[in-house]
């Protein structure tokens, strides 16, 4: 066994936990009073000269699966031994998988080559939210860090490293963010949980892929690091309607953790979004209602809007310097192995 597998299980640092779950979709409760979970440090700083304050910490891990493999991946997902929802600061959980969209906001890659722009990406991606960065700190440090990723002794440690290498194309990329302008509403539903992992009974796990839970709508950003004061002011400035569309789950504007380290971290490289917006819906239909409604066509007559809602036009009118090195690219996926808990995301 080379060394270099040996890290590339040690890294899954941030892959959350979840232990199985019923093939029905969550069921999330659509309330007319939004949640907002945006801090009182963040808005403050909206007019001095300082970055927004984090109200999250966003812990992902990206995964390129061999083609063929999607389901008995996601069946090692559904099987592990975890204790997340049980953690301090946790909040929560789901495993993406990329999907492709059509229509304009399509990136037009093939998710199966993980590829964008021609930049590896991965065709999954474990998506963690914790409370503060310390929460994200001591499950990594912890025995339930261990217990989830197969360390509890050598023998299985290295049987967990075999397995999954046999399912991947290379090693897991790690990315950490600061969860910023985070938007979410009150499940109705919380998906059920066996000792902290979710409860998936189905005799199609390993042959099937898992029914989508959720769908995501990312958009990456591109910002130097000179223009990021400016860039996440503008976000701090706009009005999203987001919050009245059916289906809206939860929202956050995600800033890369540069600083971050660990295992499989990889400095921040030009290739890599210093942002992401992150929404998520109930489903795809959602999602298509809120791109195709006629509230949306009516402000595309007079301005432009991104794929979480924002209205791009304001930012003409504050500064005609573009704040990003290339356009932002939009990136969709499906998202299933829900786990929260009863104040959501």
């Not at 489903?283 to 209205?311: A, I, M, P």
Request: with cysteine; net charge positive; proline share 4%.
């Amino acid at each position: 066994m080379k060394v270099s597998l040996l890290h590339l299980w040690l890294l899954p640092v941030l892959a959350a936990s979840f232990q199985s779950s019923t093939p029905s979709f969550t069921v999330f409760k659509h309330i007319t009073s939004l949640k907002s979970t945006t801090s009182e440090a963040t808005t403050s700083t909206n007019n001095s000269n300082k970055l927004l304050s984090r109200d999250r910490y966003i812990a992902t891990n990206r995964f390129t699966v061999r083609r063929g493999k999607e389901a008995k991946f996601e069946k090692r997902w559904a099987t592990r031994k975890s204790r997340l929802s049980t953690l301090d600061g946790f909040r929560y959980f789901h495993l993406m998988r990329r999907v492709s969209v059509d229509g304009a906001l399509d990136s037009g890659v093939d998710p199966e080559l993980a590829n964008v722009d021609g930049k590896k990406f991965g065709n999954y991606v474990s998506f963690t939210i914790w409370n503060e960065k310390k929460n994200f700190n001591a499950w990594r440090s912890g025995d339930a860090f261990r217990e989830a990723h197969g360390g509890t002794s050598i023998k299985a440690f290295l049987g967990t490293m075999v397995k999954s290498a046999m399912l991947l194309k290379g090693a897991p990329r790690p990315a950490f963010y600061d969860g910023l302008l985070q938007r979410s509403i009150i499940p109705e539903t919380i998906p059920e949980t066996v000792d902290g992992w979710r409860n998936i009974e189905s005799d199609t796990l390993g042959k099937q892929i898992l029914p989508s839970e959720c769908f995501i709508a990312c958009n990456q950003f591109f910002v130097p690091s000179e223009n990021a004061k400016d860039f996440e002011l503008r976000w701090a400035g706009r009005e999203s309607k987001l919050s009245e569309c059916d289906g809206f789950i939860s929202f956050g504007l995600l800033r890369r953790d540069a600083k971050a380290k660990g295992h499989g971290v990889s400095p921040l490289g030009d290739d890599e979004p210093t942002y992401v917006s992150t929404a998520v819906w109930k489903d795809r239909v959602s999602f298509q209602k809120w791109k195709e409604g006629k509230s949306l066509k009516k402000r595309h007559e007079t301005s432009s809007y991104d794929t979480t809602g924002n209205n791009t036009s304001t930012e003409k009118k504050q500064s005609s310097k573009p704040l990003w090195t290339q356009p932002p690219v939009p990136i969709f996926y499906e998202g299933t192995l829900v786990i929260t808990n009863e104040e959501g995301a």
